[in-house]
């Protein structure tokens, strides 16, 4: 394998093995973005794609974008980018598959690795902008092969083999775990929805029916007669009903008998009059229920 770094038996590495094969070492930088190079490593490979990024967040930045900023977790298994906030893997960039790793002797800020995509199968170089570190971020990842090395050579080559296996299975569930987020979002919408629909639509044959005791209006109809008073006397007797004039003629809005000009014969009125009577008797009950309306 080669690298950008070289294994030097009196090398004195910054960190314990136990941290880099245990567990990880973290670091925060700016990422400027990574870009398909055609070799797997070189000098001017990763010079080239640095100038090709640099000019590209140079653009970025004059349109009023910042660099954004990532976690680096480096381990014998990888090099991991996250979202420093949301802690959120943005690539993972497992270490058999990184070729070179280098930092820029023009620029100390700025340091690179090579690593080919699992799936596309392609190289690709990752450039980083780390104003104190990066430097010792390169020697860190050297750390984590030199370590990983001999963990390979120690195990006749069967780690690897398991690496790349459980890497493939935790891709695999990380992709079951996006498909069943989408899946849950979908059953939610779908709940949404019928639930909206079920407020806005009434189900078949609930029809209220319009109660007979309303008018055109949908109002109860104005009744001047008043009910009779059922109060009991001091005795407990009901009193006597007081005797009217007449008890089944019942009076309008006005307080006159209400007329009615149909109670008389067909042949009591000339065609002509009774046509104006019919008339005048539309005319009243319009106004009686604009009345009615009103009143209530």
Known sequence: MNRAFSRKKD?????????LSKHYIPYNAKFLGSTEVEQPKGTEVVRDAVRKLKFARHIKKSEGQKTPKVELQISIYGVKILDPKTKEVQHNCQLHRISFCADDKTDKRIFTFICKDSESNKHLCYVFDSEKCAEEITLTIGQAFDLAYRKFLESGGKDVETRKQIAGLQKKIQELETENIELKNKV?????????NQIHTSPAG???????STDIFDMVPFSPISPQSSTPTRNGTQPPPVPSRSAEIKRDLFGAEPFDPFSCGAGDFPPDIQSKLDEMQRQRWLVYHILISILH
């Not at 609930?206 to 007979?212: G, M, Y």
């Open 11 to 19: 090398k004195t590495w910054m960190h314990t093995p136990e941290a």
């Open 206 to 212: 609930s029809v209220t029916p319009k109660s007979p």
């Open 188 to 196: 939610q919408d779908l709940e949404n929805q019928l639930r909206i």
